[in-house]
């Protein structure tokens, strides 16, 4: 009964603290190792995760001073336990948070790979001394312990850590060539586990963008296919839009970034199934073309926009939150009466004339907004502190602030 309820004290520090769960972080200890530690090394070892993790929560010396003394107190009792090489690479990090940089690396896990080679720990020491040179700015040197991260731990999570690290070096000396090959080799080429999907994720969305910055469509279409199966469509509407900006924002670049858009509404348009009487088919088909639109939007051209608001109305007919889009681009482009001519069509009438109302104070034709606003508090009593209350607002927005009172 004792041992069971050692057993249960120990997996309740566990959940509570954080170091030794299921190992999806560097500085974890899987539960299997844990569960070979003895009762006077796991009650040590939860000390030393208690304070490591207050550390994180506080950050302050005291804490991670702490923290490091009881992870060397476990060394110093526990040298040969199956956590040895998990403490002093813990005994290690507490020194990085205490600015003790060099001694972290040349004292801790650089001792982790030297007496512990065959433990999980080692192949995170090294990440950690690439990591910590680059965090000193020493990146010769980063550079150097990153290559020997890829070297010696080439199947390990730790070199996928490493080739993302290298990226954000080359980002960083304006090595774009570099970036791009680190880039691919994570998109294309790297196994993707629980450790490292997000690492990979992140990359092929980079690589994307870069591929749509220089107009290609099919590149960064490939890319993103390597981590979105079933929405991909979204995928690039979501990730095209600011590259199409930017190129049609450039006169030697716009017909390029004309080409793409083009290209892109046609992959969209092809993505989806037409309209049908459905409710589901036609959802689906609205949500698309205002992908559509939304890209037609980033490319600069109006007219495009309002072409397709209407070849959409008359597909699936109007409603207030099709108008509502339609009117707000008109009033964005600050084409007002425009803008409000389709508001007023609105079946719910309060709701249009509440955007009318907000066009005018876009316009700062405070004497008309105010006029809506009053009239719709006089007809919809319901909500006649809700129509007070953006009065008072218009006025606010010009600095009237008595007459809002």
């Known amino acids: 009964m004792k041992n069971r309820t050692a057993i249960c004290i120990s997996f309740a520090f566990i959940m509570a603290f954080g170091g030794v769960a299921d190992a999806q972080r560097l500085d974890e200890m899987s539960l299997e190792r844990w569960g070979k530690l003895r009762e006077v090394e796991r009650y040590q070892l939860n000390i030393a995760e208690r304070f490591y993790k207050k550390g994180e929560s506080t950050n302050t010396n005291e804490d ?36 003790r940089q060099n001694t972290a690396i040349k004292e801790g896990f650089q001792s982790v790979i030297d007496y512990f080679p065959e433990s999980p720990e080692a192949a995170a020491s090294a990440y950690y001394i690439a990591n910590t040179y680059k965090s000193m700015g020493r990146v010769p040197d980063s550079k150097k312990a990153y290559q020997n991260v890829l070297n010696d731990f ?104 004309v080409k793409l858009s083009d290209t892109v509404t046609g ?32 490319s600069r051209r109006d007219q495009k926009v309002v072409d397709s608001y209407k070849q959409l109305i008359a597909k699936i007919g109007k409603d207030d939150e099709l ?6 681009f008109y009033v964005s482009r600050m084409l007002y009466e425009q803008g409000r001519s389709i508001f007023r069509q609105f079946e719910n009438k309060n709701e249009g004339l509440a955007l009318v109302a907000g066009s005018f104070r876009s316009e700062k034709k405070l004497a008309d907004a105010v006029n809506i606003y009053r009239q719709l508090a006089a007809s919809d009593r319901e909500n006649e502190v809700r129509w007070k209350g953006e009065e008072a607002a218009a006025y606010r927005e010009i600095g009237m602030y008595a007459e809002a009172i």
């Open 323 to 328: 108008l509502a889009r339609l009117g707000s």
């Open 64 to 99: 991670w001073k702490t923290a490091a003394a009881e992870y060397e107190k476990y060394l110093t009792l526990y040298e040969r336990s199956e956590a040895a090489p998990y403490a002093l690479m813990k005994w290690s990090l507490a020194q990085v948070k205490l600015r």
């Open 267 to 298: 992959f969209l348009a092809e993505s989806y199934p037409a309209a049908t009487a459905e409710e589901k088919d036609r959802a689906q088909y609205k949500q698309v073309s205002y992908w559509i639109i939304e890209v037609q939007g980033n």
């Open 154 to 257: 080439s199947k390990h999570a730790v070199a996928v850590y490493a080739i993302r690290d290298l990226s954000q070096i080359a980002a960083d000396e304006q090595d774009v060539e570099s970036q791009v090959k680190l880039w691919k080799r994570l998109t294309f080429d790297t196994t993707r586990t629980k450790l490292t999907r997000a690492v990979c994720v992140t990359a092929s969305n980079s690589l994307a963008g870069h591929y749509f910055r220089l107009g290609d469509f099919n590149q960064a279409k490939s890319a993103l296919e390597t981590s979105y199966k079933s929405n991909l469509p979204y995928y690039v509407y979501y990730y095209c839009r600011s590259p199409i900006s930017s190129l049609t924002g450039n006169d030697e670049t716009r017909e390029l970034g």
